[in-house]
């Protein structure tokens, strides 16, 4: 949701998921982003 140049809305945010999401990835040195993964089990397997 726009709320003006430079202001913004985040549902996500408001809500401590992005945090949240943080916290696991960090603890557990797995991303959370689909393309995070996919890179980070590519680097893993050796799959170019």
Same mark, same amino acid.
């Given at each position: 949701?726009?709320?003006?140049?430079?202001?913004s809305?985040?549902w @996500?945010r408001a809500l401590?998921?992005t =945090?949240?999401?943080?916290?696991i #990835? @960090?603890?557990?040195g797995?991303?959370? =982003?689909?393309?995070?993964?996919? #890179?980070k089990f590519?680097?893993f397997?050796?799959?170019?």
């Open positions: 949701m726009k709320l003006g140049p430079g202001l809305f985040s @996500k401590g998921v =945090s949240f999401k943080r916290k #990835a @960090k603890a557990t797995i991303p959370t =982003s689909r393309s995070g993964r996919q #890179a590519g680097r397997f050796k799959i170019r």
